[in-house]
């Protein structure tokens, strides 16, 4: 699935409630989980993704079309994707899940990525919404799986930028992301649409817009 390059590229950044970074882990009392009774807040790797689009669309207002934000989780999630729209992202998509047990998983990588694919595969029967980008998180402070990105670009047959430490999408569709590896920096070239995961020193964060509106679909 390859659409032609678009003069607007849409967005997609997939975010994640995850137990907050500054939280202390500890065992929940029946000894079979972590508790979660803990404060929770979107995942570090997803909240710079959220950044970088919208630097994207800063840095050129007529080349992005629009950011989506995209969460898969229970209903305490859509605080998260609240976040991604006051950050500055135009609508959020929520798909929602029970929240499981402690001791039960939660969706798998392989489930969020085929979710995910479902999601892009919807939109792209209208070329004026169809997703061209997908910017997420290198991987969740949870479970630091890591995989979802790969498994995403491969099931959508994209080209895929792993551990991104800058970002650069030219408009004739061009993308180019460099990354750091022992001993210096590697640049990856390919063309939208793309599946990039960003790393920790792809940007810094800026401060949270104020008064998100409700612009989350179920």
């Not at 050129?60 to 209903?75: E, N, Q, R």
């Not at 004026?128 to 047959?157: C, E, N, R």
């Not at 990354?179 to 649409?193: A, K, M, W």
Request: aromatic fraction near 2%.
């Amino acid at each position: 699935m390859r659409p032609s390059v678009p003069s607007l590229v849409n967005i997609l950044v997939p975010v994640k409630r995850a137990i907050d970074y500054a939280v202390k882990i500890r065992i929940a009392k029946d000894g079979k989980g972590v508790d979660t009774t803990v404060k929770h807040s979107m995942n570090p790797f997803d909240e710079i993704a959220v950044e970088e689009a919208i630097r994207m669309r800063e840095k050129s207002k007529d080349s992005v079309s629009t950011i989506t934000a995209l969460t898969i989780g229970p209903a305490k999630s859509v605080e998260t994707l609240r976040t991604a729209l006051a950050m500055g992202a135009d609508n959020g998509i929520h798909i929602v899940c029970p929240e499981q047990p402690v001791g039960l998983a939660n969706p798998e990588p392989i489930n969020v990525a085929q979710a995910i694919k479902a999601v892009i595969e919807r939109s792209s029967g209208d070329k004026a919404k169809a997703y061209d980008l997908v910017i997420m998180g290198k991987q969740a402070i949870d479970d630091d799986s890591g995989s979802t990105g790969g498994m995403l670009a491969g099931m959508l047959g994209w080209g895929q930028g792993q551990f991104a430490s800058k970002l650069d999408v030219a408009k004739d569709g061009k993308v180019t992301v460099t990354r750091e590896i022992d001993g210096g920096l590697e640049i990856i070239e390919g063309n939208l649409p793309m599946v990039v995961t960003t790393d920790l020193r792809l940007n810094g964060k800026s401060c949270a817009a104020v008064g998100a509106g409700d612009r989350i679909e179920q």
